[in-house]
């Protein structure tokens, strides 16, 4: 039997068969023994041990396409990447490693302003205006207004959605305005399990349609992108590749060069002077990391 791992919590596993409903798994040691951790998102194999109490062991972890480390997923089609618009104010370093992480792992990106009912439209043109030509999906929401609410509904359809961004910011509210039935899967875990579900502790996958499942995460307050070279940083900034051909010098780390492509573009209003202090943040982090 097939299915899909929707949360694992204390060494249970607790798979998704379509049509059949959640099985409460363990990894067999084999895993263990190669050095593999079943993840959230994975697609396995199990065999039935008690079909009554819907019990079962994962015997085998099929291909996956891709991985994340932050947060530790597999299969992910897409991320939905949600900061407040305010309380708590969106730090835009913050979203920028996020994005620079997905965009290292080839993962399409949606940039979500949840509780855009809390700012006027002056602020959300601010917020518009620094993304503006970054080439990513941007979507405001509001879960008290229903603001953007059917744009996530038919972004999310038929894909399996990573939702992630720092606590606070209304992911899991969000996550059930736009799909109710995910209080129940939730619900039938946490029976299994016998703990309530106030905050997102745990990574956790509900299934909300047909080939549609959406991935809750806990909120994160930093950021480390593991393996990016600081030369390659400025590939991962979008914005940045239009006017990197203008610098003078070849491997250009548009910091401290004269006449580079990329500075004058920031000068020019053509790259928003945010992004690009978000740029010279993690180019100093990495390259303070591999001095020492």
């Given at each position: 039997?097939?299915?899909k791992?929707v ?8 798979v ?15 895993f ?15 065999e ?25 997923v ?11 618009s ?13 994005l620079?992480?997905m ?6 990106v949606?940039?979500?302003f ?18 503006r030509n970054?080439?990513?999906?941007l ?8 603001e ?26 969000l996550i059930?305005a736009i ?5 129940m ?18 990574t ?5 349609g ?8 806990p909120?994160f307050?930093?950021?480390v ?6 030369e ?13 051909k203008?610098?003078r010098?070849?491997?250009?780390s ?30 100093k982090?990495?390259n ?5």
């Amino acid at each position: 039997m097939t299915g899909k791992i929707v949360k694992g919590i204390s060494g249970f596993y607790y798979v998704h068969v379509a049509e059949s409903g959640i099985y409460q798994c363990k990894a067999k040691g084999i895993f263990r023994q190669k050095k593999m951790k079943p993840l959230v998102g994975d697609n396995v194999k199990i065999e039935i041990t008690h079909e009554k109490d819907m019990e079962g062991n994962i015997i085998e972890i099929l291909p996956r396409k891709n991985e994340l480390v932050r947060p530790m997923v597999s299969n992910i089609d897409q991320a939905l990447i949600m900061f407040a618009s305010a309380v708590p104010k969106p730090n835009f370093n913050l979203l920028d490693r996020f994005l620079v992480m997905m965009g290292f792992q080839n993962i399409p990106v949606t940039i979500c302003f949840n509780k855009s009912d809390q700012i006027d439209d002056e602020e959300q043109e601010r917020i518009s205006a620094i993304y503006r030509n970054t080439g990513y999906n941007l979507v405001y929401t509001s879960t008290y207004d229903n603001e953007g609410l059917d744009e996530i509904r038919d972004l999310i359809k038929g894909k399996t959605s990573a939702v992630a961004g720092p606590s606070g910011v209304g992911k899991s509210s969000l996550i059930n305005a736009i799909c109710p039935e995910a209080n129940m899967e939730t619900g039938e875990i946490s029976a299994k399990i016998e703990r309530g579900k106030n905050t997102t502790r745990h990574t956790e996958l509900v299934p909300v349609g047909e080939d549609t499942y959406i991935m809750d995460t806990p909120g994160f307050s930093s950021l480390v992108i593991p393996g990016l070279e600081k030369e390659d940083l400025w590939r991962y900034f979008p914005e940045f590749i239009e006017y990197e051909k203008n610098c003078r010098f070849i491997g250009c780390s548009h910091i401290n060069e004269p006449d580079c492509g990329v500075k004058d573009a920031v000068r020019d209003g053509f790259i928003s002077k945010e992004r690009y202090k978000g740029y010279r943040l993690i180019y100093k982090e990495i390259n303070d990391e591999k001095r020492f």
